[in-house]
């Protein structure tokens, strides 16, 4: 069991939890996600490391409540029965600094995707070198650790669907009018990834994407997680997270994440039964 330090609410959908796993803190390197049990029955979910505290041993997690595995995270309050990591392969950039340390670099951010994005920009500016940011979401209420990312960021550009925070629009329109970019790391939702790869491509920027979004066991053993990649199948939990976004078949992601729909519905309508919540 591993005690967690906290597990609090940070908007309408979104939790951070805090927990004392230092195993996992020794060989982290950004891009990395843990597999986490909430019980010695529960399903693995794979979340992305979003802050670690090598001195207390203690691993940040950023997780949304969409489904009945993270409804069940949620309720979580004084221990989780396993997490094991770190897992995956790091971020190119944080893996081979020396050969990006010249390059102009810019983060794309979609909803909680700045949680995995975060680490990746304080590293890099922990070892001299300061990116842009582009981080947005539906409302300016779901902006999240708007405070630390600019505290690590050479500048931040927001956008909101709604137009209550930074500029109306989508990511993806501040990128076009913001596109003097050697290379572009995009993290969020898969169709966002997508938009991305799509103006990054015609500026000929080499463009990095996390596939976590697919991934449902973490471990490639259930499979859910394939993607084409160059024409190659990989394995988004084994292989990646992280891929070269110009070479992913966004289309085949993007119907591959609608065929488990319904049974995860069923599982929330029986998890939320369970728990008594709603």
Do not use: W
């Not at 959908?13 to 996600?33: C, L, R």
């Amino acid at each position: 069991m591993y005690k967690i330090i906290y597990n609090k609410k940070i908007s309408s959908n979104s939790y951070e939890m805090a927990v004392n796993a230092p195993h996992v803190i020794e060989k982290f390197i950004p891009g990395q996600f843990v597999l986490v049990m909430a019980n010695m029955d529960s399903e693995r979910i794979p979340l992305t490391i979003y802050d670690v505290d090598k001195d207390k041993g203690i691993v940040y997690l950023i997780y949304q409540v969409i489904g009945a595995s993270t409804l069940e995270l949620m309720t979580k309050t004084k221990s989780l029965f396993g997490i094991t990591g770190p897992l995956g392969n790091p971020n190119e950039i944080c893996n081979n600094i020396d050969l990006f340390k010249d390059k102009k670099i810019v983060y794309v951010a979609g909803g909680v995707g700045i949680a995995p994005v975060y680490p990746q920009v304080k590293y890099l500016y922990e070892h001299g070198i300061k990116v842009d940011v582009i981080y947005g979401a539906k409302t300016k209420d779901l902006l999240l650790i708007k405070d630390k990312i600019e505290k690590v960021s050479n500048k931040v550009y927001y956008c909101t669907d709604d137009g209550s925070f930074g500029d109306q629009g989508f990511v993806t329109g501040v990128l076009e009018n913001n596109h003097d970019y050697d290379v572009c790391v995009a993290i969020g939702p898969v169709i966002m990834m997508k938009n991305v790869c799509d103006v990054t491509k015609k500026y000929n920027i080499k463009t990095i994407v996390s596939m976590n979004p697919i991934m449902v066991d973490g471990s490639g053993m259930c499979g859910a997680c394939r993607c084409k990649v160059d024409g190659k199948i990989k394995f988004a939990c084994i292989d990646g997270p992280e891929f070269d976004g110009h070479k992913i078949d966004f289309n085949l992601a993007l119907k591959r994440m609608n065929i488990y729909k319904e049974e995860e519905k069923k599982k929330l309508l029986e998890m939320q039964k369970l728990l008594g919540v709603k």
